[in-house]
């Protein structure tokens, strides 16, 4: 016994130090074992939480929601915003799947109607024939981003006996407020945005008048005034990027070129022009755009042809 008592105090100092450490293992261990309880308890009440969403959505709306977050930011969308979009979307399906073509196009907005479908017949041959053409179909809704949703459209098999396998197109439609009612962009088309800024250098105005962004692209409509007393061409077409966008990071995106005859292109002295370019642009990011670049605008001289840049602000 003495000898333990002997080894104790030559040790003393060690041993409560390990008992120390021990016992501080100990307790963090419990303390990341409640703090991993307490979020798996969090993430099952959320998981919970969106479910019980979902189902909500789906007996007020008989809309089938797949998600209560954007697909692309991560968001949570707020219940009442994703409640009162789903209703639009859903009673826009219901008067396709009913038949009722007059009412369904009533619901798309003044600026769907005027790029997209500009008359009920165009409505029915562009859209309500080619995905519903009498016969219902099933879709899902997801919100994409802000406004905007993805519905899948699907083959009713319920009414049809076939699978879905034989049917499915996929629709991005924005949700507009207009005259205190919910409207639809849809088709693709994500809406309309007045922009109306003038950039002028070396005798050139451009005034970029609008932009409509689709899912795919978007076309900036702009109005070119030369007044200069040489005739200018606006692309020279000396490689197929000469003519983009620019965002605030730099990133370049590309004109459809191809879609620009030369006479759309050249400008004689004093004459001005409005046009319509069409863009690479994908709608779904939070990349700004900050110029429409020219970047091998020709002009005429004496001398020959003298190749210069215009950027016009956006």
Same mark, same amino acid.
């Given at each position: ?9 030559? $040790? ?7 008992? *120390? ?15 991993? !309880? ?10 919970? *939480?969106?479910?019980?969403?979902? !189902?909500?959505?789906?007996?007020? &709306? ?36 009913? *038949? +009722? ?11 769907? @109607? ?12 562009? %859209? ?21 949703? +993805?519905? /899948? ?28 009612? =919910? @409207? ?9 945005? =007045?922009?109306? +800024? &003038?950039?002028? @250098? ?7 008048? #609008? ?5 795919? %692209? ?9 007044? @200069? ?18 965002? #605030? /990071? *730099? ?6 070129? $191809?879609?620009? &005859? ?9 004459? #001005? /022009? ?8 994908? %709608? ?11 970047? =091998?605008?020709?002009? #005429?001289? %004496?001398?020959? &042809? ?9």
């Amino acid at each position: 016994m003495q000898e333990i008592k002997l080894w104790y105090n030559a $040790h003393r100092k060690n041993i409560w130090i390990i008992v *120390g450490i021990i016992a501080a293992i100990i307790v963090i261990v419990q303390f990341l074992n409640f703090l991993g !309880s307490t979020s798996r308890e969090e993430e099952n009440n959320s998981i919970i *939480g969106r479910s019980n969403i979902i !189902s909500n959505i789906k007996n007020e &709306t008989n809309v089938d929601v797949e998600s209560t977050s954007s697909a692309i930011t991560g968001e949570e969308v707020p219940e009442e915003v994703l409640k009162g979009d789903t209703s639009a979307i859903g009673k826009f399906m219901d008067f396709c799947n009913q *038949g +009722k073509v007059e009412e369904a196009y009533n619901m798309l907005t003044n600026e769907c @109607k005027e790029n997209v479908f500009n008359t009920l017949e165009a409505f029915q041959q562009g %859209y309500y024939q080619d995905i519903f053409d009498g016969q219902q179909k099933i879709y899902t809704v997801e919100n994409l981003m802000g406004k905007t949703y +993805k519905v /899948r459209i699907m083959e009713n098999m319920l009414a049809t006996g076939k699978s879905n396998d034989g049917y499915s197109k996929q629709d991005y439609i924005t949700v507009k407020e207009e005259d205190g009612e =919910d @409207k639809l962009n849809i088709n693709n088309y994500i809406g309309h945005t =007045d922009i109306n +800024k &003038t950039t002028e @250098k070396d005798e050139i105005s451009m005034q970029v008048i #609008s932009k409509e962004a689709y899912m795919d %692209y978007e076309e900036y409509k702009i109005n070119v005034t030369n007044n @200069k007393d040489q005739a200018i061409v606006l692309d020279g077409r000396s490689n197929v990027d000469s003519l983009y966008l620019e965002d #605030s /990071r *730099g990133q370049k995106y590309s004109a459809y070129t $191809h879609e620009l &005859t030369t006479p759309m292109l050249n400008l004689d002295a004093g004459s #001005s /022009r409005e046009l319509t370019i069409k863009f690479y642009n994908r %709608y779904g990011s939070n990349k700004t755009i900050e110029y429409i670049v020219f970047s =091998d605008l020709l002009v #005429s001289n %004496y001398q020959g &042809t003298e190749r210069t840049e215009f950027k016009a602000e956006v």
